[in-house]
């Protein structure tokens, strides 16, 4: 089982610039959620993704969006970049309503 | 609104010594509650987790955490630490609600262990 895992592990990105983030869940969950993790802080959630539908909604603007296909894979883009998207993004995936398996993050440096 | 507050920024202990990070949580029903660990630069690994039941609930790596609702707290202990355990810890919580769920997370202790 390869567990969740997260495309690409490092990006940098110039501001103003979009990005897409790409995650796999692991085998036989069908719900995905994305994490920003800025440095010295805890995850905060950004949405989540269901039968290809967004489920939930954490406390992000517009420019962030996402999308889950068909095979339970998932991307999260942004738009515009500002310096502040720098971050350490986690996906996690889940069967169970609460329990989730989390990636090992992709950094992203807005620069 | 939910919440989690870690409320020790960064603690160091011995190896051999006993641990115990601490968590308090704000939630209006009966919360699902968890542990996470995270190595520098990697995604985060569950410890444990309480759902319901027995108070008192071991996790992986020897850890265990007791659930006290009367103070809603949500404490990480260790008997006995060893180097690898340096590591950043998280308390969480589940906000269930019938659309899904989303884990709140608190900022964080930070564990080092002296030799």
């Known amino acids: 089982d390869a567990g969740v895992t997260q495309s690409p592990t490092h990006l940098i990105k110039t501001r103003g610039q979009q990005v897409t983030l790409r995650c796999s869940p692991k085998s036989g969950h069908d719900t995905v959620s994305w994490y920003q993790q800025a440095l010295g802080q805890g995850p905060q959630f950004i949405f989540q993704y269901y039968e290809e539908e967004e489920r939930q909604r954490g406390n992000f603007p517009d420019r962030f969006s996402g999308h889950q296909f068909p095979n339970y894979s998932s991307e999260l883009n942004v738009n515009a970049l500002l310096l502040g998207d720098s971050a350490l993004y986690l996906c996690a995936s889940s069967l169970d309503r609460a329990e989730a398996f989390f990636g090992q993050g992709t950094r992203l440096t807005v620069v | 609104a939910q919440s989690v507050t870690q409320p020790d920024i960064h603690i160091t202990v011995s190896e051999g010594a006993s641990l115990e990070l601490r968590c308090n949580y704000s939630?209006?029903?009966?919360?699902?509650l968890f542990w996470y660990v995270q190595s520098p630069g990697q995604g985060l690994q569950l410890l444990l987790k309480y759902f319901s039941g027995d108070t008192l609930v071991q996790g992986i790596k020897g850890f265990e955490a007791e659930f006290k609702r009367s103070q809603s707290s949500f404490n990480l202990r260790k008997p006995s630490v060893h180097w690898s355990d340096a590591a950043e810890y998280f308390c969480?919580?589940?906000?269930?609600?019938?659309?899904?769920?989303?884990?709140?997370f608190g900022k964080g202790t930070t564990l080092s262990v002296s030799s």
């Open positions: 939630y209006g029903a009966t919360p699902y």
């Open positions: 969480a919580v589940a906000a269930l609600n019938q659309a899904g769920t989303a884990l709140i």
